[in-house]
């Protein structure tokens, strides 16, 4: 039903879909160009606010396509860049999300920087003092196995939009007054704003493809044999692009009770599948990258090879064409998302690819093992809170050289926990050279109140909290308990950051403890050194 209402509005678009949604130069494009009374999809709150009512223009929607924003459908672009921060995100609106989004901040090059906003470069949006693009994708539909570390290059394509629920607004002055405001909407009403300045970021939210290239791996090219220099290209395509992909919930409502009590849990209207021009933007293009072959001095008999991951109903074909002349010998690897399959378009992709040398001299290396036991919980961080619940579990994520994986084993995390060892199998193999090192890091949060709010309309989550839509006095501390709710985030249970170099690479017997940053919990790890052969 509800491709079949957005169908009827989307034929405008089909001169900006010929266009490839390319950006059109670099400059950035003014973030004053996503509001809607410039054109754009986004809505102001007031400059003054007497409710908490207020604040929803924000997230109504809370992501507009950067060209035509009017309108939820948009063609996706591709960026090329390299990540300078990789993170999950503990701060997001729950009516719009169904997970937490995991955050790849991207210094695009220099080619794409068209693809900022003036927003991304105000001092306060700067990332180490770079203008950056975000990639957000739910963690919910975005395998730990694709996210970058920092220092990877990242071509990623999707959805270009402006995050209007982080206006971050300077404010201007009513016409001819010095009464200050945000838009033409705010007291006197009708009066020009003048000078207001929005600082909108400009952003890949969320993306249908994915390839995290990194240098300097080593790996098996052959069942058998030894490992040898790589550079590993990471590769997920899919449609789940989770609440920010979703039609229904990046609509503009158009009234208070349309905003609350929206119907679009569980998501059934995926932007990526729906079609436009004819054809979805899943399989509008094909998805091309490049993997550049290590650099190894006398390597000979290069390889790509394809190790396949999850499984989606009708995977892609790949397409690779060797470049092996010139300064920087590569592969270029085309997913063909627009070429059926046994009859059928493609529904996704999901790969680990490694290119290299079947025989590169003068690459000695060393296989290293790391193990995360278990942590040990010295501060639960579960505070009761009056009326509101308070759920068990705790969330944590782990890398290892970059490479991340979810830590399970702490769901049960509750406040009579403290003190408990909780196993949290997860084993990261690396073959570094023996000049190189080991780079650990832990992030760890204990789940709040926010957490149960998730995947479900605001009006389901008032009448969780005692709201009776036939009793209107039911409202007020029903919605007092719900921005309680909200307030509650997820805490932070702090970090373990460490590094071990040649040529020991920490290689002990002895088990590792080492505190968080924060003093919340103990990780427990090994390091083994593996004696394969010829290695």
């Not at 240098?215 to 058998?224: C, E, P």
């Not at 503009?252 to 079609?275: R, Y």
């Amino acid at each position: 039903m509800k491709r079949r209402l957005y169908a009827s509005s989307i034929a405008t678009l089909l001169a900006l879909w010929l266009s490839n949604g390319a950006a059109l130069a670099s400059d950035p494009i003014n973030s004053n160009n996503a509001l809607s009374e410039n054109g754009g999809g986004c809505y102001s709150p007031p400059i003054v606010q007497s409710s908490a009512f207020d604040m929803l223009p924000a997230v109504n929607p809370e992501w507009a396509p950067v060209v035509n924003g009017s309108s939820p459908f948009s063609a996706p672009v591709l960026v090329h860049g390299t990540a300078v921060d990789s993170h999950v995100s503990k701060q997001d609106f729950p009516a719009g999300h169904v997970t937490f989004d995991q955050n790849t901040e991207i210094e695009l090059d220099a080619a794409d920087s068209g693809f900022l906003a003036t927003g991304n470069l105000a001092p306060s949006n700067l990332e180490g003092g770079l203008g950056t693009l975000e990639l957000e994708w739910e963690i919910g539909s975005y395998p730990a196995w694709a996210w970058a570390g920092e220092g990877d290059r990242v071509v990623a394509l999707g959805r270009w939009i402006f995050d209007c629920g982080h206006p971050d607004p300077v404010p201007g002055h009513k016409a001819g007054t010095s009464i200050p405001c945000l838009t033409a909407a705010d007291q006197p009403a009708g009066v020009p704003c003048v000078g207001a300045v929005f600082n909108y970021r400009s952003e890949l939210h969320p993306p249908q493809a994915v390839a995290v290239i990194r240098s300097g791996k080593a790996a098996k090219l052959d069942s058998t044999g030894r490992a040898v220099p790589v550079t590993q290209a990471d590769v997920f395509v899919s449609p789940d692009g989770g609440g920010s992909g979703d039609a229904c919930v990046v609509t503009h409502k158009t009234s208070l009770n349309a905003i609350l009590g929206a119907p679009c849990f569980p998501l059934a209207a995926p932007l990526a599948l729906i079609p436009v021009g004819g054809v979805s933007p899943l399989n509008s293009r094909d998805f091309s990258f490049d993997v550049p072959l290590p650099a190894v001095p006398g390597g000979r008999d290069p390889v790509l090879r394809a190790l396949p991951r999850a499984t989606t109903p009708v995977p892609a074909g790949l397409d690779v064409t060797p470049v092996l002349d010139g300064a920087d010998p590569h592969y270029h690897v085309t997913v063909r998302m627009t070429q059926s399959v046994g009859g059928h378009l493609p529904t996704g992709f999901a790969a680990t690819l490694l290119a290299g040398w079947r025989h590169a001299p003068s690459s000695p290396l060393v296989h290293l093992r790391v193990v995360v036991d278990g942590v040990v919980v010295n501060a639960p961080l579960k505070t009761p809170l009056t009326g509101l619940p308070v759920p068990a579990g705790w969330t944590a994520q782990a890398s290892v050289n970059g490479e991340w994986q979810e830590i399970g084993g702490l769901g049960g995390v509750s406040g009579a926990s403290t003190g408990q060892l909780l196993a949290t199998p997860a084993t990261f193999e690396q073959y570094v050279p023996r000049s190189g090192g080991i780079s650990i890091k832990v992030d760890a949060a204990s789940t709040n109140c926010v957490n149960t709010l998730f995947a479900k309309s605001l009006l389901t989550d008032l009448i969780g909290f005692g709201f009776n839509p036939a009793d209107q006095s039911t409202l007020p501390g029903a919605l007092a308990r719900g921005l309680a709710c909200l307030s509650a985030e997820e805490r932070d249970a702090g970090s373990v950051e460490l590094s071990f170099q040649a040529p020991t690479f920490g290689v002990s017997e002895t088990a590792y403890s080492v505190t968080s940053s924060n003093g919340a919990y103990t990780l427990r790890f090994r390091i083994e050194r593996v004696e394969d052969e010829d290695s």
